[in-house]
C-alpha cells in the first residue's frame, strides 16, 4: 500500500473508532485523503451499520469528485464487504483495497489520526449523544 501519493484524490482510507459519550458509545466514521491526512468525508451515526461508511463515503466524493482509479483503502470490517458499500465504490469508480488478513499495519495511517483527534480534541471533554 502506498503511504504517500504524490497528488490529492490518488489514496484515500477509511475507518470507524468510537467516542464515549453520556449515554453510551458514539461511533464516527472518517475518510482521509493520504496525500494531506485531510478528512474529506465523515459521519457520525448511532450505530456501526453500513450506512456509517457509505455516508462518510458518499460525503467525501461530493466534496472531491475525484476522478476514476482512486485507491480506497479500508479494513474488513463488515460494514466495508457489504454490497451497498461495494457498489457505491464500483459507481464512483473506485478501487477497493482492504487489509490483509492478520495486518492492522495496512490502516495504520488513519489509525493514528484517530489516536491524534482523541489526545488532541477529545480527551477530557465531556459529550453528548444529542
Same mark, same amino acid.
Given at each position: 500500500?502506498?503511504?504517500?501519493?504524490?497528488?490529492?484524490?490518488?489514496?484515500?482510507?477509511?475507518? +470507524?473508532? @468510537?467516542?464515549?459519550?453520556?449515554?453510551?458509545?458514539?461511533?464516527?466514521? +472518517?475518510?482521509?485523503?493520504?496525500?494531506?491526512?485531510?478528512?474529506?468525508?465523515?459521519?457520525?451515526?448511532?450505530?456501526?451499520?453500513?450506512?456509517?461508511?457509505?455516508? /462518510?463515503?458518499?460525503? /467525501?466524493?461530493?466534496?472531491?469528485?475525484?476522478? /476514476?482509479?482512486?485507491?480506497?483503502?479500508?479494513?474488513?470490517?463488515?460494514? @466495508?464487504?457489504?454490497?451497498? @458499500?461495494?457498489?457505491?465504490?464500483? /459507481?464512483?469508480?473506485?478501487?477497493?483495497?482492504?487489509?490483509?488478513?492478520?495486518?492492522?499495519?495496512?490502516?495504520?495511517?488513519?489509525?493514528?489520526?484517530?489516536?491524534?483527534?482523541?489526545?488532541?480534541?477529545?480527551?477530557?471533554?465531556?459529550?453528548?449523544?444529542?
Amino acid at each position: 500500500m502506498n503511504f504517500t501519493p504524490d497528488a490529492p484524490n490518488q489514496v484515500w482510507t477509511s475507518d +470507524i473508532t @468510537y467516542l464515549w459519550a453520556d449515554e453510551g458509545w458514539l461511533p464516527p466514521a +472518517i475518510v482521509p485523503d493520504l496525500f494531506n491526512r485531510e478528512v474529506v468525508g465523515w459521519s457520525l451515526k448511532p450505530r456501526t451499520t453500513a450506512d456509517i461508511v457509505t455516508d /462518510a463515503l458518499t460525503m /467525501a466524493w461530493f466534496r472531491r469528485k475525484p476522478a /476514476a482509479g482512486l485507491i480506497h483503502h479500508s479494513d474488513r470490517g463488515s460494514q @466495508y464487504a457489504s454490497h451497498v @458499500y461495494r457498489a457505491k465504490l464500483k /459507481a464512483y469508480g473506485m478501487v477497493c483495497s482492504m487489509s490483509r488478513k492478520g495486518n492492522c499495519w495496512d490502516n495504520a495511517p488513519t489509525e493514528s489520526w484517530f489516536n491524534s483527534f482523541k489526545n488532541e480534541w477529545v480527551h477530557g471533554h465531556a459529550f453528548r449523544n444529542t
